[in-house]
């Protein structure tokens, strides 16, 4: 089933000397099959490939657009347990896992499929013409959003499915109309080729464009640099580390042509916890966080990395009490070697930096590849000075801060850097006293949750996945939810433009009945 | 009225030791007022300022906003004749486009304070809870655009007025709810300081924090870097040279925290000339062209600088009449002895490359500093192979290319760098036999016109303006009419908030009346 090979468009293709082996972390192996890199010729045949496909592709309706993407998803359920196997062998995580995530993917690809079946995301905009209009008539305008051309999207380690091959990424993008070449995350290569053949058969089924997706295998960065750097490609998604997104970030805007990048990277997504909610509901909220903290191992971009509360015998009893919680909690596998090497490596770093005090650690046997959670605290104003204590440990981790009272809170909150989500938790009201504080967190934030957790990030238009450099390189636009779309697209006008040569989302007669601007009123009606 | 200093927020300052002064070409003189440099000081105290403001700024209402933007329009037609004398002598421009370009100004601070009024703009989405929903619980989450903070605004030599002090960028980085500093064109210093005194007044007029606005003065590149570089400017605006705006672009993502720039740069907007279009109504179109290439004196960035043909006698005629009807054209004064010696120097670099020819030129003698107009022509391979002939020539000044053919004409358009505009000129259904010419056309350029000309950018929601790179850094965004307020802000999630903290627009009850999507639904209802 699996072949380790390239999908350069719709071939098979092996022509690169650089092979590899994916790694099963639970039995902490090797998994059996090879894998070829992409060669330099396979990576420019496919994007010479997507760039003749998108010529058509760009034009294909809304319609095909969401056979094409509801075939992916079946295609990807039609893969069954065999899929859910290799992603377990591939990831170390359960099988229960997988099937979440798959069922996370599958909704993505209808979610998209519904959007541009329905047609109005392209923000039709029609301003008619006023021919009397003195001193000089105006024009008739039509505005709507195009796609840009062929995209390159990164697999993420940490979600081998959902931001993966057929992930969010690469659904909102071929949803906008745009190809989609995919560097496949050498973690899970398998996963990625058995997704990738869903595609291809999707693809070939509903009869799109051969080059509207290739998969491309790599060990390294030199394929993910090269795919970077070629001037038909116009845009890049990726989901992983500050240091690999802002790499691409700044290779993408050295070249002659910059394009953009939508790197979702590091987050430690801090947690106020405000006294009174503290003394009352201590017990509830370390229960909460215990769990929030290493679940899937703290290997996701929302867990809770800092948790920020002003110094009290309630805030020393509740970290007591989560200390007592966490430690109950079974580690569970991380995704590879070298995602435990660097959480071990980070987690060493904090621990030896002065005024860090670890207060709760899983120190049992675990088997090969487990992640050991850990919290430690810190003062107010040690955390303040020194922000190494600000960067990311990925993994089942988190810092608490003791602050010596509101103003000291208000100041740490203000330096923070950009972060995907920042919760509040608050007692009746008590979130009033604060409000220059959570003003100041909302300011740093992607998304800020109210007395719940950041991990489960929902899919739906109200979501927004992304926030203030370094959480992403572009804040105004979502990861995550049908407004994903926006990132592969740019609007165009079309001026006094012939009704034949008009997309029909702008022609007159409103043909897909979608939401329109016309003439600053938004109408289903035809002209 | 003009005092050569810089507005800090609402304090006129002059502590720099740099002076300079502006220039009249018309009368081919320095102007007698002095103006200081903003220094290191001033500049960090604007940013300081302008950091303070958009704490209490961000969270104004929609109608606070709106009064303040009604008051700088108020004031700036407060300054009368004073306004215009001084835009007339810092800019060579007349007295009727000083008024029009006060009336597009005005238009657009009018526009923006009934945008911010009405409200549906910030784009409020709506997914209520399904505390039911299995296997987990669905949360609350609410979704709008917020300020991303104080923004940099490049005046443009171009344009004293629309697009500089109180021009597009400016007013929609105000509505929006960010704070400005503008960086004053040196070339239109006095205008800047009259038109900063506009806003400053309204500003007070309307209890605006102090710091919502400052006007600083520069000579060089030093105050314009120094405000890039600030790490608490969150994004900028800027509108000129293809370098320029390089240059800007490059600084603000090699930042620690990398931030937009939106640069509006250079475009030589091609234009396709049809062969039975041409045969039919060559005397029109050269007509059409010869005032559009000359339109004040080709200051625009929608000048037509390209015009794309296939090699036949109609073509030949057209390109003799329109030489015969560009000369006829009385020339007129450019913006600086700057603006001149550049063109002078791009015309001379474009006449003296290999198969060049020059059609027709201006050559009466002229008031110094007037642009002499100038056409010249080239066959289509050779423009194909020499990049240097698709540079733009900033004035009064276009290049016609000769094809071989249809297949010629379609290589050329495929190779074309990015633009703001393109246009194509047709006669009855001639369009349908060049479908895929004009495909991919649409696809290198913001703006495509049938059979009208690119000079001329309409106000209103359906103008994009901006285009591939090097047309703008972001062709996902335009600098004219609403849409241009996108630029300034990010969306933030709330999930959970409750109803009194949550800004207005989210609340259940649609105080504003504004269009929201609840649970996939546009609607004015409330919850």
């Known amino acids: 089933m699996i072949t380790g090979k390239n999908y350069i468009g719709n071939n098979l293709s092996s022509e690169g000397n650089i092979t590899f082996k994916t790694f099963n972390p639970k039995t902490n192996t090797q998994n059996d099959f090879l894998f070829t890199e992409a060669s330099d010729d396979e990576i420019n045949q496919a994007v010479q490939l997507a760039t003749e496909a998108f010529i058509q592709y760009k034009n294909t309706s809304g319609i095909k657009k969401s056979n094409f993407l509801n075939a992916i998803a079946d295609e990807i359920l039609n893969l069954d347990n065999d899929l859910l196997q290799i992603y377990k062998m591939e990831s170390g995580l359960t099988i229960e896992r997988a099937i979440g995530e798959r069922e996370r993917t599958i909704w993505q690809l209808r979610m998209f499929a519904n959007l541009v079946k329905e047609g109005s995301w392209v923000d039709a905009v029609i301003d008619t013409s006023q021919p009397e ?112 997104g802002r790499a691409l970030f700044d290779l993408a805007n050295q070249r002659k042509e910059p394009i953009p990048v939508f790197a979702e990277m590091g987050s430690i997504n801090p947690v106020i916890l405000l006294p009174k909610v503290i003394r009352k509901s201590k017990n509830k909220i370390a229960k909460i966080y215990s769990e929030s903290i290493t679940l899937g191992s703290g290997q996701f971009c929302t867990n809770p990395g800092l948790i920020l509360g002003i110094k009290s015998d309630d805030l020393t009893n509740f970290i007591q009490i989560l200390a007592n919680e966490i430690v109950k909690i079974e580690p569970s596998c991380m995704l590879h070697p070298n995602i435990i090497g660097n959480y071990e490596k980070n987690k060493a770093k904090i621990k030896s930096q002065k005024g860090v005090s670890v207060k709760a650690e899983y120190v049992n046997d675990v088997s090969k590849n487990f992640g050991q959670q850990v919290i430690m605290t810190v003062e107010g104003e040690t955390f303040f000075k020194n922000t190494t204590l600000h960067q990311e440990v990925f993994g089942p981790f988190s810092l608490i801060v003791q602050c010596k009272n509101k103003e000291q809170l208000h100041e740490i909150v203000k330096n923070l850097e950009g972060q995907l989500t920042g919760s509040v938790w608050a007692d009746n009201d008590e979130e009033i006293k604060y409000k220059s504080i959570i003003d100041t967190l909302q300011n740093r934030v992607g998304r800020i949750i109210f007395n719940g957790v950041s991990t489960g990030v929902e899919v739906c238009p109200s979501m927004q996945h992304g926030g203030p450099y370094p959480a992403s390189t572009d804040s105004r636009f979502t990861a995550v939810g049908i407004h994903s779309i926006k990132r592969w697209v740019r609007p165009v006008s079309f001026q006094n433009w012939p009704q034949k040569l008009l997309p029909i989302e702008l022609r007159n007669e409103n043909i897909l009945k979608i939401n329109r601007l016309i003439n600053n009123e938004l109408t289903l009606n035809s002209i």
């Not at 959902?162 to 973690?187: F, R």
């Not at 053949?197 to 394929?223: D, H, Q, R, Y």
Request: charged content about 15%.
């Open 133 to 244: 209009r003195k001193p000089i008539s105006k024009p008739d305008i039509r505005k709507m959003l195009i796609p840009l051309g062929p995209i390159v999207v990164f697999g993420a380690s940490n979600f081998p499915l959902a931001y993966s091959t057929a992930g969010g990424d690469t659904v909102s993008a071929l949803a906008s109309g745009c190809p989609v070449i995919v560097k496949s995350h050498p973690m899970h290569a398998g996963t990625g080729e058995m997704v990738a053949s869903a595609i291809i058969k999707a693809a070939k089924k509903t009869e799109m464009p051969n080059g509207i997706f290739s998969n491309l295998n790599s060990s390294g960065i030199e394929v993910g640099v090269n795919l970077v750097k070629h001037p038909n490609i116009k845009a890049v998604g990726f989901t992983g580390s500050v240091i690999g």
